[in-house]
């Protein structure tokens, strides 16, 4: 490759990434290059097609009406480079290459982190980014291998694979909680209490806790003085008796065995299906991929 086609792929392929993350400061990270290179590179990509492909302001960067259609037409052409190059580890002796996995937190720790203490140290060619993200991400223009999410938020076109087993909510609160405030003997009941509540993108505000007993589903909107996007702070806060947490059973039944929480409504609180791995039907995959998905795969 000549260097003056090798700089007008490098220059489409940071256009690219600048218009999707319409950021500099986020596509110079994505990228590892500095905001100011990315900068002199769109100067000159513009000057040379001779048109403005970028609209730029102090706190925002969108692709213009002539940028919008280069990237429609470049932005297919790169993935299919990038999975090309992807695919090219299934020749090697060893699997390596790097893969992008967006998953929400709970998941995060309890399916993908324990597979990869195991996976890692026997394959240094592999590295995997992991990115925690409530939302329902688009895997495919966002640019992911793969995304871990429950099992009925796998869009229809995806293939999706189970990688855990049942999970089921708990609602839980400390011992000095409750010494000051009543047990609920039924969801509503939660209404009258101080509840530490979540925050989630994909539901646009604050999280109803879930319910369901013989059949009956039951949503409640629950209020409280404490709203956290966090595992951590959430199970921090019940244990600090600052009101009651609606989490993951694996995450309390330790607290729970030994006292440190109190579990409530426990007979409102099924299981349900667990994570799935999910990634587009039609991408091939690679070896990289193929041993990841494997490792995870959960049979019961």
Not at 214 to 226: A, D, P, S, T, Y
Not at 229 to 239: H, S, T
């Amino acid at each position: 490759m000549s260097a003056s086609v090798q700089e007008s792929y490098d220059q489409l392929a940071i256009f690219a990434t600048v218009a999707r993350e319409r950021s500099f400061t986020r596509a110079a990270a994505k990228l590892g290059l500095s905001q100011p290179a990315l900068s002199r590179s769109m100067r000159q990509l513009e000057d040379r097609l001779g048109v403005r492909l970028l609209a730029r302001t102090t706190r925002s960067v969108s692709p213009t009406e002539a940028g919008e259609r280069l990237l429609e037409v470049i932005a297919p052409r790169f993935e299919e480079i990038n999975h090309e190059l992807a695919m090219l580890n299934q020749f090697r002796d060893r699997p390596a290459g790097k893969l992008r996995i967006t998953a929400g937190e709970h998941a995060a720790i309890t399916v993908l982190e324990p597979v990869l203490a195991k996976l890692m140290p026997d394959h240094p060619d592999l590295s995997i980014e992991i990115i925690v993200d409530y939302g329902l991400t688009d895997i495919v223009s966002e640019g992911y291998d793969a995304g871990v999410r429950m099992g009925e938020q796998v869009a229809k076109d995806m293939i999706a694979v189970p990688v855990g087993p049942q999970l089921r909510m708990a609602v839980v609160g400390s011992p000095s909680y409750f010494s000051r405030f009543p047990r609920p003997k039924s969801p509503h009941d939660l209404t009258q209490h101080n509840c530490i509540t979540i925050r989630l993108p994909t539901y646009g505000g604050i999280f109803a806790w879930e319910f369901e007993k013989k059949g009956k589903e039951l949503k409640v909107r629950v209020e409280g003085q404490l709203v956290f996007n966090n595992i951590a702070l959430r199970l921090k806060a019940a244990l600090d008796g600052l009101g009651l947490a609606y989490m993951p059973e694996d995450l309390v039944a330790e607290h729970v065995r030994a006292g440190r929480l109190v579990r409530v409504l426990a007979d409102w609180c099924p299981p349900f299906p667990g994570y799935h791995l999910y990634y587009p039907s039609r991408r091939q995959t690679s070896v990289a991929f193929a041993l990841l998905r494997d490792a995870l795969r959960w049979s019961a």
